[in-house]
Every structure is written in structure tokens, then in C-alpha cells.
């Protein structure tokens, strides 16, 4: 079974969490793909809706919005995801993964897009103090 860390941006204070996510909650994620809601259960945030971003695999590759499934692939890319051209009009391959969250995804990055009854900041203030 994969363990994945997962990182949630609070677009309304623009800072970020880390949180472990294993066991059952991993089997429930993979197969979702980028730009899916997934409930915050799954992430200890209870009421609140979470819409993945993007992720990276076990060697680092990041995943790419526009490439279906869940294998790596080496694509010719001009930008984006993956490539940051030094200068306009360069394009190289570079070896992407697949917009499918798999059991050999290590990062999941997800946003807040529904907010729950209580404040992100007092859930991790309060995990973090134990």
C-alpha cells in the first residue's frame, strides 16, 4: 500500500500544510485524477473539499495535467509542467507522469476549494502541539 505526503494550500492565507496520509485513505485517492474534489476526510480536515493540483512519483517526476493515465512518459515540451524554458521558442523532452494519482505517487498537491466549520490553522496548530 502507498503513503503519500500530501501538501494543502489554503488559498485564503496562502500557506501550506504537510500531511501523512496512509493506509485505507491512499486506496480511496488512487485513481482520482488532477483537478478532482476529493472530501478533506481522507487528509484529517473533516467538512472540508480538496481539488488535487498536481503530485510527483517516487523518482521526482512531476505529473502533467494533460498526459491521461498514470505511466511516465518522455514528451517534447515547450513549457509547463515539467520544463521552464531559459528562452523563448526552446522545446525539450522531458520525462513526465501521468495525471492519474498511482500507488507510486509520493506527493499529492492539493488547495482548499470549501472550507469546513473550524480554521485549517487550529486543526494542524493542535496536531502539531501533541
Not at 500544510?17 to 485505507?24: E, M, P, T, W
Amino acid at each position: 500500500m502507498a503513503d503519500f505526503k500530501a501538501v494543502i494550500n489554503d488559498p485564503k492565507t496562502g500557506t501550506s500544510y504537510q500531511v501523512d496520509v496512509a493506509g485505507a485513505q491512499t486506496s480511496a485517492l488512487v485513481g482520482k485524477k488532477i483537478g478532482d474534489v476529493v472530501d478533506g476526510i481522507y487528509f484529517k480536515l473533516p467538512g472540508y473539499k480538496l481539488q488535487i493540483t498536481g503530485g510527483s512519483d517516487k523518482d521526482g517526476f512531476a505529473m502533467r495535467h494533460d498526459l491521461p493515465g498514470q505511466q511516465r512518459r518522455r514528451l517534447m515540451l515547450s513549457g509547463g509542467t515539467g520544463f521552464k524554458p531559459a528562452r523563448k521558442g526552446v522545446r525539450k523532452r522531458r520525462m513526465v507522469r501521468g495525471n492519474t494519482v498511482s500507488p507510486v505517487t509520493v506527493q499529492l498537491n492539493l488547495k482548499i476549494t470549501a472550507f469546513g466549520p473550524t480554521p485549517v490553522s487550529e486543526i494542524f496548530q493542535k496536531k502539531e502541539s501533541k
